[in-house]
């Protein structure tokens, strides 16, 4: 069992725990995962490193509820317990000093950066972070990017903060800019993964994606996580979870995340249903209960 130590909450569906996993974080590396279950019917919810502290033996992470299993789990509460948390997983990030490097963060993705942009910058690099949301309100750690990078890019969607541009701008402005970029990271929904990598590709600085595949068992064994480069098939869970952006099919990589949309939908609806009559009749047996 794994005592949620904090709890905070950023926005509406994004949250953050720190977690009592001393073996874990004893191990744990920039770029590598987690996979989490809540209890011993729960899914495996594979989730990306946001921090680690080896001497307090905690693991954060920062998850978005998008289906039935991270809404549920964003229920839980400082004192609750997972069943599991296994890790850490997949291959960490290469660090070492590079010289101008650029870390490119979209929505959740700044959970996964953020240990990479503090080694990079451990390292001796010059860090150039770009970090993008829809609006303010989704943006959280500013402070740490700000404290892990040597100059701080902030994009909105809807201009409530920052520049309101794409993070895909300014990433070809400073590449144009600068003909020294050693190296790219960027990390968030797949569709921004895309872009940035068809953004860096014509000046052919290497671009490092982070891959947020369908996954089940993340051992290699199901082949749920996996992923057709140009080189042939890869899985994320053993082979990954870094790619070459420059090499991944993108288009049979967003194909694949939708194969379980409509199951998905059904599940969050059989949940809330079930909630509901939870919830409905707790009530009534405390009503009862009131009343002798």
């Known amino acids: 069992m794994y005592k949620i130590l904090r709890k905070e909450v950023f926005s509406e569906t994004v949250k953050l725990m720190v977690l009592e996993a001393p ?82 963060a979209g929505g959740v993705g700044i959970a996964p950066i953020f240990p990479i942009a503090r080694a990079l910058k451990q390292a001796g690099n010059h860090v150039t972070a770009i ?12 402070d740490r990017m700000r404290a892990a990078s040597d100059e701080l890019i902030i994009c909105t969607d809807d201009g409530s903060y920052g520049r309101k541009s794409l993070v895909t701008e300014p990433l070809r402005e400073i590449l144009e800019q600068n003909k020294d970029i050693a190296q790219v990271w960027a990390i968030g929904p797949s569709i921004m993964m895309k872009f940035a990598s068809a953004t860096t590709k014509p000046f052919n600085v290497p671009t490092l994606v982070s891959l947020n595949t369908i996954m089940v068992d993340g051992t290699g064994m199901c082949g749920g996580c996996r992923v057709v480069m140009d080189n042939g098939p890869k899985f994320v869970c053993v082979d990954g979870p870094e790619f070459d952006g420059h090499h991944v099919d993108w288009e049979l990589l967003l194909a694949r995340l939708k194969f379980f949309q409509s199951e998905e939908k059904q599940a969050i609806e059989h949940w809330k249903e079930h909630q509901c009559k939870t919830e409905a009749m707790l009530d009534a047996q405390t009503k009862a209960a009131q009343h002798g």
């Open 131 to 142: 970090v993008g949301a829809r609006s303010h309100s989704l943006l959280f750690w500013e």
């Open 23 to 104: 073996l874990v974080a004893h191990k744990a590396k920039p770029g590598q995962f987690v996979i989490v279950r809540i209890d011993e019917t729960g899914e495996r919810i594979p989730l990306t490193i946001a921090d680690f502290d080896a001497v307090a033996g905690t693991v954060t992470i920062i998850f978005q509820e998008v289906g039935k299993s991270t809404m549920q789990m964003g229920l839980l509460e400082e004192g609750d317990f997972f069943e599991n948390v296994v890790g850490p997983l997949g291959h960490p990030t290469e660090i070492k000093n590079y010289g101008k490097v650029i870390v490119v």
